[in-house]
């Protein structure tokens, strides 16, 4: 079926009209993108008001992975989104150190995805170059998204694989439309995949096509994809893993490596209905996902509560966790709109 179509809005700058009237020797490039400011078939220059989106479709949902709907509540979250870690290098942000916004630092070159309010117009209107002000004490935000894609998560309905792509592009969504960058970690027994950081509105679709060309297989090692993801990082950012962390290893220690290595660390945990509320009873046999393992039970009462104590206690370790360290935690629902789980994590709640 087709995707419904989503309106991605320009910068706030945009919006309030401020870039509409100015003169400007030349278009800025856009890297083969529509530009923002002048629509292509328009000689007059009138200025594009938005520029249009079509969001992948995932092949086992009837959902796009950013609909209409969820782009806007997106919107109105990422203003309220805030990443406590700092990469160090010189962005949107101001740090903790000394230094005010009016503290002029240097000029870089416009790239796309930049946030165009922070154009130096002057400087524009005299060389035809546009670039962009940096100013002392303003650091630059990375959101790392480590996405478990082992076989485990090919349960449920939808499944836990559609929720956790889903939760993934709305944390990438929120960080891009801050002009800030994201990069995607695909996680099975280990590192399965890394895909390049991307900056600015103009890097949502290479992030969408790149979670739309996740699947579930194989088994799953999230101790070693957070430890590679920590070591290889060269300054702290935030950290959001999106898991069910059905994993046999210290998970929680690995976070909390994480998180004192300066990490602003958020843990997003996606079940399925039947992991909450299992429906199963009597005799059976049951297949590992991962490992092919089969054993043999006898679905009781007995057995049905010791599996919902090994599962609450997976759930508490992981809410400890959060508390001590100062982190997120937050566990949603395949089968509900995740839309509350995004709200949950920019509150930066511990569920």
Not at 74 to 88: D, K, T
Not at 221 to 231: E, S, T
Not at 276 to 284: A, I, R, T, Y
């Amino acid at each position: 079926m087709p995707c419904p179509t989503v309106a991605v809005c320009l910068d706030a700058a945009e919006r309030r009209g401020t870039t509409t009237n100015r003169a400007r020797p030349a278009p800025l490039p856009s890297a083969g993108r529509r530009s923002l400011l002048r629509d292509p078939a328009d000689p007059a220059g009138t200025p594009d008001r938005a520029e249009v989106y079509s969001p992948p479709m995932l092949p086992s949902s009837p959902e796009p992975l950013l609909g209409a709907s969820f782009v806007r509540e997106l919107e109105v979250l990422q203003r309220r989104l805030e990443i406590r870690a700092r990469s160090g290098g010189a962005g949107e942000h101001l740090a903790r150190r000394r230094g005010g916004s009016a503290e002029f630092k240097e000029h870089r070159a416009y790239a796309p995805g930049d946030d165009m309010r922070r154009i130096d117009w002057a400087a524009y209107a005299r060389t035809g170059e546009p670039v962009l002000k940096l100013f002392r004490a303003e650091e630059d935000v990375i959101a790392r998204i480590v996405c478990d894609a082992s076989a485990s998560l090919d349960f449920g309905e939808p499944t836990k694989l559609d929720a956790a792509r889903r939760l993934a592009a709305a944390i990438g969504y929120m960080s891009l439309a801050r002009s800030e960058r994201a990069q995607l970690f695909v996680a099975g027994d280990g590192i399965a995949r890394e895909h390049a950081p991307v900056r600015g509105r103009a890097g949502l679709a290479a992030l969408l096509r790149a979670l739309d060309g996740v699947r579930a297989s194989g088994g799953t090692h999230l101790v070693r994809a957070i430890d590679a993801v920590v070591r290889q990082s060269a300054r702290p950012g935030l950290l959001c893993v999106v898991s069910d962390f059905f994993d046999p290893g210290p998970v929680t220690a690995a976070l909390g490596r994480a998180a004192q290595a300066g990490h602003d660390v958020a843990a997003l945990q996606v079940v399925a209905a039947d992991e909450l509320e299992p429906s199963f009873e009597g005799d059976l046999t049951l297949e590992d996902a991962e490992t092919g393992a089969l054993v043999d039970v006898t679905l009781d009462a007995a057995a049905l509560a010791a599996y919902a104590a090994r599962f609450a206690g997976l759930c508490e370790a992981l809410r400890a966790f959060a508390r001590r360290h100062g982190a997120t935690y937050v566990r949603a629902r395949s089968d509900e709109p995740l839309e509350g789980a995004v709200r949950r994590f920019v509150a930066r709640s511990v569920d």
